[in-house]
C-alpha cells in the first residue's frame, strides 16, 4: 500500500514578509495541477498569516515549526494551537532536532506539545532520529522506539490519523549527508512495525513517515521509491521554489 505523498518544506529562521510571500506564491505555482500528493509549508510564525494568504486556496497547507500544549497563558515566546489556526495553519511539526539538540526539549515536553496540536485538530509532524554516535554505537532502534513511545505516550488510536512522523537521523541534517535509500527504507520500515505494535495493523500502513535530512532534487526521486517512505520534510532545499519544486514533482 502506497500512502498520499507529503512533501513538507520547513523554512526554520528564514524569511521576512516580503520574502516569505514571494517564495510560497511560487511554491504555489509550481503545485497548481497537481492532485495526487499534498505539500506543506512551515514558515516562521511571523509570516503564518501571510503565508496561508499567499496559497489561498491553492491547497497547500500550513504548518507552525512548533507549538505549546496550551490554548493561552504566562508561556512568553510560545504559540498555541489556537494562534496556529487563527493565522491559518492547520498543522504543527514538533520534536525538531533542533529544538531537541539546540533548545533542549524533552521526550516529555515534545510528548506535551503533541498533545496540545492534537487537543485543537492540528496535524502533527513529529519528528524522530538518532544522532551521529548513537547511530556508531548501533543505538539507531533504541533511539526510535523511546522517541516513538514516548512522543505518542498517550495518544489515542483514533487521534493517530492526525499524526506524520518524520524521521530525521540528526547526522543528516544540514550536513550534506543523506541516509542511502536503503539506510532510509530500514528505518521506515521500523517506525512502522512498531506502531503496528503500538496500535494496529491498519493504522501503521495508513500512517505517513516522512523522510528528512539533506532532501534534494539529485535524491528525491530514489528516496520516493522505497515502499515506506511516503514523503519529505525539507530544509535547505525548501527555500528555493525550483529546488523545492523539483522535489514536489518526483518520480
Not at 498569516?49 to 496559497?55: G, L, P, Q, T
Not at 512548533?66 to 512568553?76: I, L, Q, R, S
Not at 544522532?131 to 505516550?153: H, P
Given at each position: ?32 495541477g ?36 496550551e ?79 514516548k ?15 518524520a ?81 514536489i514533482?518526483?518520480?
Amino acid at each position: 500500500m502506497k500512502r498520499r505523498a507529503l512533501i513538507a518544506g520547513n523554512w526554520k529562521m528564514h524569511t521576512t514578509a516580503v520574502e516569505a510571500c514571494e517564495l510560497a506564491t511560487a511554491v504555489a505555482g509550481i503545485c497548481a495541477g497537481i492532485e495526487d500528493r499534498d505539500v506543506l509549508l512551515a514558515p516562521p510564525f511571523t509570516v503564518l498569516r501571510e503565508v496561508a494568504d499567499c496559497v489561498g486556496n491553492t491547497g497547500i497547507l500550513v504548518a507552525a515549526q512548533n507549538v505549546c500544549w496550551e490554548e493561552k497563558g504566562a508561556f512568553t515566546g510560545e504559540i498555541s494551537p489556537v494562534m496556529v489556526k487563527a493565522a491559518g495553519g492547520s498543522a504543527a511539526i514538533v520534536g525538531h532536532s533542533e529544538r531537541r539538540q539546540i533548545f533542549f526539549e524533552t521526550v516529555e515536553m515534545i510528548n506535551k506539545r503533541l498533545a496540545g496540536a492534537l487537543a485543537f485538530s492540528l496535524m502533527a509532524i513529529l519528528c524522530i532520529g538518532e544522532t551521529l554516535t548513537e547511530r556508531e554505537e548501533g543505538k539507531t532502534f533504541a533511539v526510535l522506539d523511546r522517541q516513538i513511545r514516548k512522543g505518542l505516550a498517550g495518544v489515542d488510536a483514533a487521534d493517530m490519523e492526525k499524526v506524520v512522523i518524520a524521521y530525521e537521523p540528526v547526522w543528516a541534517i544540514g550536513t550534506g549527508k543523506t541516509a542511502s535509500k536503503e539506510q532510509a527504507q530500514e528505518a521506515h520500515a521500523f517506525i512502522r512495525r512498531l506502531v503496528g505494535e503500538m496500535y494496529e495493523k491498519d493504522i501503521a500502513a495508513q500512517l505517513r513517515i516522512l523522510y528528512g535530512g539533506s532532501v534534494k532534487p539529485s535524491n528525491v526521486d530514489e528516496l520516493m521509491a522505497q515502499p515506506d517512505i511516503d514523503g519529505a520534510l525539507v530544509g535547505g532545499a525548501a527555500l528555493d521554489a525550483q529546488s523545492f519544486g523539483r522535489i514536489i514533482i518526483f518520480r
